[in-house]
């Protein structure tokens, strides 16, 4: 307590329970750690948690999908440093948002959507060839990873992920303060972040294993599987992208519920061009 007498409000259960404090850093990153224990343990297979990673993706990319035909701001894509698929500096205009509003309400208790979003969310689903470049390598073998486990999981993740986009884009009414554009973008950026780790995690970890191997313990990858099980060794693999999952929940979470985030949560915060000259307005505002 202060020497004042008045209550700590930075102490406290409240605290603790802060969405973007220390403790909850810690129970996301312990949270997406888990999996590696169980792939050891437990004897998971890394390839079903691979599946289940890619599915929420997926689930992701079409959530926000839906999610951006609510949208009601009109699109801006001058002076943009990242264009999600189908958009790029030298888009006309006229080609993105120069059709009359056009509200179409499907339901009573859901805002109306637009009709003239559907193309800025067809283009959009170009991230699917992103997400389908995972599976080129193993081809029809990913089929083997779509077990009972993996559906269950499936309905886990999906409907944590339009739970999310519910939350963050209609529970707050966030979509008359948001383009369609500006919707997808956050799913995009999601995943062009995970298709960099992925790259940079295969070519990283590869190379170094067998640099390891060649140098300093002929034989190590055999003497590992056979101690640990084969999938022990692919754990290199896991835990650069079970790392980003945790980047990527505790950025989304910190773009949406602080103001102004840093680090790595501006990427995830997308870029809205009111941004700075809302902010001067609210300078002047308070002069």
């Given at each position: 307590m202060p020497s004042d007498g008045?209550?700590?409000?930075?102490?406290?259960?409240?605290?603790?329970?802060?969405?973007?404090?220390?403790?909850?850093?810690?129970?996301?990153?312990?949270?997406?750690?888990?999996?590696?224990?169980?792939?050891?343990?437990?004897?998971?297979?890394?390839?079903?948690?691979?599946?289940v990673y890619w599915i929420e993706v997926v689930a992701l990319v079409?959530?926000?999908?839906?999610?951006?035909?609510?949208?009601?701001?009109?699109?801006?894509?001058?002076?943009?440093?990242f264009y999600i698929t189908g958009y790029d500096e030298d888009a006309e205009r006229d080609e993105v948002w120069e059709r009359d509003p056009d509200p179409i309400r499907l339901v009573p208790w859901l805002p109306p959507i637009y009709r003239r979003n559907a193309r800025v969310v067809a283009r959009s689903l170009g991230a699917f060839?992103?997400?389908?470049?995972?599976?080129?390598?193993?081809?029809?073998?990913?089929?083997?990873?779509?077990?009972?486990?993996v559906g269950l999981a499936t309905l886990g993740v999906c409907g944590a992920q339009v739970a999310e986009a519910y939350r963050e884009f209609l529970g707050g009414r966030a979509y008359e303060e948001r383009s369609p554009y500006m919707v997808v973008e956050a799913a995009q950026r999601v995943v062009f972040f995970y298709f960099v780790i992925g790259i940079v995690t295969a070519v990283a970890v590869t190379a170094?294993?067998?640099?390891?191997?060649?140098?300093?313990?002929?034989?190590?990858?055999?003497?590992?599987?056979?101690?640990?099980?084969?999938?022990?060794?692919?754990?290199?693999?896991?835990?650069?992208i079970?790392?980003?999952?945790?980047?990527?929940?505790?950025?989304?979470?910190?773009?949406?519920?602080?103001?102004?985030?840093d680090g790595i949560a501006t990427?995830?915060?997308?870029?809205?061009?009111?941004?700075?000259?809302?902010k001067r307005e609210e300078s002047a505002g308070d002069d």
């Open positions: 008045s209550p700590d409000v930075q102490s406290g259960p409240s605290r603790l329970l802060d969405p973007t404090g220390p403790a909850a850093l810690g129970i996301v990153v312990a949270t997406n750690l888990l999996p590696l224990i169980g792939v050891v343990a437990f004897d998971w297979r890394v390839g079903e948690l691979l599946a079409l959530a926000h999908g839906v999610a951006a035909m609510f949208a009601e701001r009109p699109i801006v894509l001058e002076d943009r440093s060839g992103f997400l389908l470049f995972p599976l080129l390598p193993v081809g029809w073998d990913a089929l083997s990873y779509l077990t009972p486990t170094g294993i067998f640099a390891i191997e060649a140098a300093l313990a002929p034989g190590l990858l055999d003497r590992v599987a056979d101690a640990f099980g084969v999938e022990a060794v692919l754990l290199p693999y896991l835990l650069p079970a790392l980003a999952k945790a980047t990527v929940e505790w950025g989304r979470r910190r773009a949406v519920r602080e103001d102004d985030p990427w995830f915060t997308g870029e809205d061009p009111r941004r700075e000259w809302k």
